[in-house]
């Protein structure tokens, strides 16, 4: 099934890639929502869980668990006569305990057993061909019977005998397969005539309801298209469209979801952006990790003097909800995993910062209190990092340490802090106060989140790309809540007019690792 399965997907992926190109230059939310819902559609129809629950044989095993039950209400019903006449066991009250418990366990399981028949009869999976054996049942054992991989044959009668034997053995397994799969094709036949009245109304009664829903909400938004993008097995007929519909609520409720924990901090932040190409800024995000110029940026403002407790923290929330979205981009671009080593780092020095205030174990609210000004804090934090950098540099003897990728994290992270404490330094006005330069600052992580988010549309499609089965369904509901939680940090974005980056093109992607290179001495 499997199998199967994942070739369909791989041809409903190329046709839907042919439409994608044309979201990458810019973000509108209906035509996002519009792309990722075939993904959606294609992701919850080749669920697992749902295919199973609508085959043949997991209905006809409800089917026989439900009889079974009926049974043993008989027999509930039964004892229950029985123990009025007189006489005694030696098990006393726990017989009655032990067959209640069991009654209420057994109620639970027919009432599932219900659900998937007639979840399959609702399907109407096995009507049209009732009596055929689709290949995905008997697939695997036929090619145990006709191969001879792992078996050694010799020229004698023991290895016709081996070979007689094993062709043997999966015939007649193949034959109980055959036998399990027709008979239950034909319990879900005959009970179907049995079920199809509930059914009806059933059916009756959710189009009546969903008439007044539609009514009254407007219609459900639902491009015809989506139905072309279901994943079915050989021998199961279209599924309903009220299926679609479903599943497209489903996803719209996620949506929702996301809009409920929407970042307000950073969407506060991001209006500070005023991202104009400058050489500055330009700089920033040619040369290193987005989140790791983040994660500097906000240790430089974290130290400065004179600043609120109130501000710091702040900035701290918005930061915190901005860089799990910038991870999620840069994971996304950095297809090959080369630059993990420094988002790691990014991540330790953030989580360092965030928890003890500290930046490679320097304190950053108590270790420059001597410093007056702004430039002082700069030059310190320069001098500190080139210390670190430059003290590596001559204690290291591995001649791979020459590749950036290789870099200790702290060494990445003063590399960092001195590249752009030098490049602010070159622009520092005398006249400059503290709050002066905490704005600048937050303009400045405002611009990298805004550089960085830009290309959040294209990763979020890009989570919808997942052909592991049993891990597609769990990916593509993450990306509609991300799409939910950052809509309205999208549109913000967009308002700017914002360039998108050229996601073709790794190098220019992440272009860090030449950068990094660059040593302080330089």
Same mark, same amino acid.
């Given at each position: 099934m499997k199998r199967s399965l994942k070739l369909k997907y791989e041809e409903k992926h190329r046709e839907a890639l042919e439409k994608e190109e044309e979201l990458v230059e810019g973000f509108n939310m209906a035509d996002q929502r519009r792309q990722m819902m075939k993904y959606w559609v294609?992701?919850?129809? =080749?669920?697992?869980?749902?295919?199973? +629950?609508?085959?043949? /044989?997991?209905?006809?095993? $409800?089917?026989?668990?439900?009889?079974?039950?009926?049974?043993?209400?008989?027999?509930?019903?039964?004892?229950?006569?029985?123990?009025?006449?007189?006489?005694?066991?030696?098990?006393?009250?726990?017989?009655?305990?032990?067959?209640?418990?069991?009654?209420?366990?057994?109620?639970?399981? @027919?009432?599932? +057993?219900?659900?998937?028949?007639?979840?399959? @009869?609702?399907?109407?999976? $096995? =009507?049209?061909?009732?009596?055929?054996?689709?290949?995905?049942?008997? !697939?695997?054992l036929n090619d145990c019977r006709n191969s001879s991989t792992g078996i050694k044959i010799g020229p004698n009668k023991w290895g016709k005998g081996l070979l007689d034997a094993k062709w043997s053995v999966l015939t007649f397994c193949i034959g109980v397969q055959c036998f399990i799969v027709l008979a239950s094709k034909t319990l879900i036949f005959f009970s179907s005539f049995m079920v199809a009245p509930f059914v009806f109304c059933f059916s009756q009664i959710n189009k009546f309801a969903r008439r007044h829903h539609d009514a009254s909400s407007g219609g459900d938004d639902v491009d015809p298209n989506l139905n072309s993008y279901i994943l079915l097995l050989d021998g199961e007929v279209d599924l309903l469209t009220s299926f679609v519909k479903s599943m497209c609520r489903e996803a719209d409720g996620m949506i929702q979801i996301g809009r409920e924990k929407k970042p307000s901090n950073l969407i506060n932040l991001l209006h500070k952006s005023v991202y104009s190409n400058s050489s500055q800024i330009t700089s920033l995000v040619s040369h290193d990790c987005w989140t790791l110029q983040v994660v500097t940026l906000t240790s430089i403002a /974290?130290?400065?003097?004179?600043?609120?407790?109130?501000?710091?923290?702040?900035?701290?929330?918005?930061?915190?909800?901005?860089?799990?979205?910038?991870? @999620?981009?840069?994971?996304?671009?950095?297809?090959?995993?080369?630059?993990? $080593?420094?988002?790691?780092?990014? $991540?330790?020095?953030?989580?360092?910062?965030?928890?003890?205030?500290?930046?490679?174990?320097?304190?950053?609210?108590?270790?420059?209190?001597?410093?007056?000004?702004?430039? !002082?804090?700069?030059?310190?934090?320069?001098?500190?990092?080139?210390?670190?950098?430059?003290?590596w540099k001559s204690e290291s003897l591995d001649s791979n340490m020459g590749n950036p990728l290789n870099f200790p994290a702290r060494v990445v992270a003063a590399n960092s802090m001195y590249r752009i404490c030098q490049t602010i330094l070159l622009s520092y006005g005398e006249v400059e106060s503290c709050e002066d330069m905490w704005e600048r600052l937050c303009v400045m992580i405002a611009d990298v989140f805004s550089a960085c988010l830009t290309n959040l549309p294209y990763a979020i499609t890009k989570m919808c790309h997942q052909s592991c089965i049993e891990k597609r369904e769990k990916t593509v509901r993450q990306a509609f809540l991300l799409l939910g939680k950052t809509e309205q940090v999208l549109a913000n974005i967009q308002q700017h007019q914002r360039p998108c980056i050229d996601h073709e093109d790794e190098a220019s992607t992440m272009s860090c690792v030449n950068d990094l290179a660059i040593t302080v001495g330089c």
């Open positions: 294609m992701a919850e129809s =080749s669920c697992p869980q749902f295919l199973i +629950a609508r085959s043949s /044989v997991c209905a006809a095993s $409800s089917m026989i668990t439900f009889f079974f039950v009926i049974m043993y209400t008989l027999v509930h019903v039964i004892h229950g006569i029985i123990k009025s006449v007189p006489g005694k066991t030696p098990y006393g009250v726990y017989t009655k305990r032990i067959i209640e418990i069991q009654f209420y366990g057994a109620g639970i399981a @027919v009432i599932l +057993a219900m659900l998937r028949w007639f979840v399959t @009869v609702s399907f109407r999976c $096995s =009507s049209t061909n009732t009596w055929m054996i689709e290949s995905y049942w008997i !697939q695997t /974290v130290a400065l003097p004179n600043i609120s407790q109130h501000q710091r923290k702040q900035l701290l929330r918005s930061v915190s909800e901005g860089l799990p979205l910038a991870k @999620v981009v840069e994971k996304t671009l950095d297809t090959n995993a080369k630059l993990k $080593s420094i988002r790691n780092a990014a $991540s330790s020095t953030w989580v360092e910062l965030l928890v003890y205030s500290k930046w490679v174990q320097i304190d950053l609210t108590s270790g420059f209190l001597w410093c007056r000004n702004c430039e !002082q804090v700069l030059q310190e934090l320069s001098d500190k990092a080139e210390e670190i950098v430059m003290g």
